[in-house]
């Protein structure tokens, strides 16, 4: 973890208030988590990309400071909190990057409000299961994947507990303690009943159909030994989006921007530089 981050944390008021860390001027690019993790886990990309934009990374709706919600959560809740988000910065646009339930967060930000992304990063993530084709999806079944995400806590352990026995399971064999204890220290943050339901809107959510109409420039970038979304479910997403990239970063898993820092700052970076000015 940082000592003495160079960020600062504010809120975008509403129902529910929405916690963001932001640092950097420029165009607006938002960075959305995965389903266990928080803002923390963009802390080693803040720095890099605040040199090229205005750089928010979010806590999702009922995860870190953001507030938790009374009501059952649809999964498109997420997008309209994102699109209060470029309403409280005055963004027409924002380049929008998201890993794992981030990066489906943010296909279905574009499904709803097209006119309002200027690109797509898409990270270890997929657009749901299509039948047609078993690259599409993750490797576990809806069943299973919900199954293996909220029985412990209908079990009755502690998100602390939870973290500890999962310890960044999803990583690949090459990360370090470190950067695992940042993963484990995330999911030990969860807020439990938020959590539960978000496991159960987004297993079954699908915007496979909504692959062809993206038009934006979109980057799709896979860890090589991801065990949930492998490159195959990237190969299968740059087959219907038109244009898009695919990047398979080496030694990497599930959480790349993690894994490989260095690595997934330049090749982000690289990609959005070049289209920069499509959200000012």
Same mark, same amino acid.
């Given at each position: 973890?940082?000592?003495?981050? @160079?960020?600062?944390? %504010?809120?975008?008021?509403?129902?529910?208030?929405?916690?963001?860390?932001?640092?950097?001027?420029?165009?607006?690019?938002?960075?959305?988590?995965?389903?266990?993790?928080?803002?923390?886990?963009?802390?080693?990309?803040? @720095?890099?990309?605040?040199? /090229?934009?205005?750089?928010?990374?979010? =806590?999702?709706?009922?995860?870190?400071?953001?507030? =938790?919600?009374?009501?059952?959560?649809?999964?498109?809740?997420?997008?309209? /909190?994102?699109?209060?988000?470029?309403?409280?910065?005055?963004?027409?646009?924002?380049?929008?990057?998201?890993?794992?339930?981030?990066?489906? %967060?943010?296909?279905?930000?574009?499904?709803?409000?097209?006119?309002?992304?200027?690109?797509?990063?898409?990270?270890?993530?997929?657009?749901?299961?299509?039948?047609?084709?078993?690259?599409?999806?993750?490797?576990?079944?809806?069943?299973?994947?919900?199954?293996?995400? &909220?029985?412990?806590?209908?079990?009755?352990?502690?998100?602390?507990?939870?973290?500890?026995?999962?310890?960044?399971?999803?990583?690949?064999?090459?990360?370090?303690?470190?950067?695992?204890?940042?993963?484990?220290?995330?999911?030990?943050?969860?807020?439990?009943?938020?959590? &539960?339901?978000?496991?159960?809107?987004?297993?079954?959510?699908?915007?496979?159909?909504?692959?062809?109409? &993206?038009?934006?420039?979109?980057?799709?970038?896979?860890?090589?030994?991801? @065990?949930?979304?492998?490159?195959?479910?990237?190969?299968?997403?740059?087959?219907? &989006?038109?244009?898009? +990239?695919?990047?398979?970063?080496?030694?990497?898993?599930?959480?790349?921007?993690?894994? +490989?820092?260095?690595?997934?700052?330049?090749?982000?970076?690289?990609?959005?530089?070049?289209?920069?000015?499509?959200?000012?």
């Amino acid at each position: 973890m940082m000592a003495n981050n @160079p960020w600062k944390t %504010v809120f975008v008021e509403g129902a529910p208030r929405i916690a963001l860390d932001l640092m950097g001027a420029g165009p607006l690019l938002v960075l959305l988590h995965g389903i266990g993790g928080n803002r923390s886990n963009w802390q080693f990309q803040l @720095p890099a990309f605040a040199g /090229d934009f205005m750089v928010v990374a979010w =806590d999702a709706r009922g995860y870190g400071l953001s507030d =938790d919600y009374d009501s059952e959560l649809h999964f498109n809740d997420f997008s309209h /909190d994102l699109a209060r988000v470029l309403d409280h910065f005055g963004a027409a646009k924002a380049h929008l990057c998201g890993l794992s339930m981030g990066g489906r %967060v943010a296909q279905d930000f574009y499904a709803l409000y097209p006119d309002r992304v200027a690109t797509l990063v898409l990270c270890d993530t997929f657009a749901g299961d299509d039948t047609s084709d078993t690259r599409s999806g993750r490797s576990q079944t809806i069943e299973e994947f919900v199954q293996s995400r &909220i029985q412990p806590f209908l079990d009755g352990m502690s998100p602390a507990e939870v973290a500890q026995k999962r310890g960044g399971r999803l990583m690949g064999p090459s990360a370090s303690e470190e950067i695992r204890q940042l993963a484990t220290d995330a999911t030990a943050q969860l807020h439990v009943e938020s959590y &539960i339901k978000t496991v159960r809107a987004s297993a079954a959510f699908s915007r496979v159909d909504n692959l062809v109409n &993206i038009k934006v420039p979109t980057l799709l970038l896979f860890g090589d030994v991801d @065990p949930l979304t492998p490159p195959s479910v990237g190969e299968y997403m740059q087959e219907r &989006i038109a244009g898009s +990239q695919l990047v398979i970063l080496e030694n990497a898993g599930h959480m790349t921007n993690l894994e +490989q820092p260095e690595a997934f700052n330049s090749a982000v970076l690289s990609f959005l530089r070049d289209y920069r000015d499509l959200a000012t």
